[in-house]
């Protein structure tokens, strides 16, 4: 069965790097793009950018642009997100998600790691 | 930019049909895709493009999706229903999700 395990809880101090990782099983990886969507403590969800699995190409929120990386290893099926110079308000619980199959949406989602960004 | 309008809350009666829209200047040209969320958990897929169910999805849940309103509906409510709902849509570009709806179950 189709799983995306995520890496553990983190706690950061401003201005520090984070680097969150996201391990699929059970489909073809490089068939399917991921996603990666942040949810601040009691808000809702936030669309960070998007990662080709197959070719690597990525496309990130205008937000974030500058500021996060996304890549892939394919030799162990697992996807990464970095995101620099963290301030107070990039606290926030991070998923990876897989794309679906028909389109542009997420059949599967990883558990979730919570980044905590804390002086 | 594009913008996903959904209402802060919706309540529903155990057994009653809960309706969850979700506004967007023509959303009806796109598909709409819909997740649930429990607290404490990540986001489940429950309608892909519009009317689709994934395996596994009880057939309570059915979407719907024309003019500026997409609708989840969910018939005969459950306890286990409670939870927030979140629309989401590819804009050619970008992913958009909407604010979501917490739903109650009363």
């Known amino acids: 069965q189709v799983q995306l395990v995520q890496s553990g809880a983190e706690v950061k101090k401003p201005g520090a790097s984070v680097k969150v990782s996201c391990k699929a099983s059970?489909?073809?990886?490089?068939?399917?793009?991921i996603t990666w969507v942040r949810q601040a403590p009691g808000q809702g969800l936030e669309w960070m950018g998007w990662i080709s699995a197959y070719n690597g190409n990525t496309n990130y929120a205008q937000k974030l642009q500058g500021r996060v990386t996304m890549t892939t290893d394919t030799s162990t099926s697992t996807a990464y997100m970095e995101l620099r110079s963290l301030r107070s308000d990039d606290t926030a619980v991070y998923y990876c998600?897989?794309?679906?199959?028909?389109?542009?949406?997420?059949?599967?989602w990883g558990q979730g790691t919570l980044v905590t960004v804390s002086s | 930019s594009y913008e996903l309008t959904q209402p802060l809350s919706v309540s529903v009666a155990l057994g009653q049909t809960a309706r969850i829209t979700c506004g967007g200047n023509?959303?009806?040209?796109?598909?709409v895709h819909w997740y649930q969320q429990k607290p404490g958990q990540a986001p489940v897929l429950v309608i892909y493009?519009?009317?689709n169910r994934p395996s596994g999805i009880p057939e309570r849940f059915s979407g719907s999706n024309s003019g500026n309103t997409a609708t989840l509906t969910i018939s005969r409510a459950q306890a286990g229903d409670e939870a927030d709902y979140y629309c989401?849509?590819?804009?050619?570009?970008?992913?958009?999700f909407g604010g979501g709806t917490k739903l109650t179950v009363l």
């Open positions: 998600a897989k794309r679906g199959s028909a389109g542009f949406y997420f059949d599967y």
């Open positions: 059970g489909y073809t990886f490089t068939s399917y793009g």
């Open positions: 493009r519009d009317t």
């Open positions: 023509n959303i009806g040209s796109t598909n």
């Open positions: 989401q849509v590819w804009d050619s570009i970008t992913v958009l």
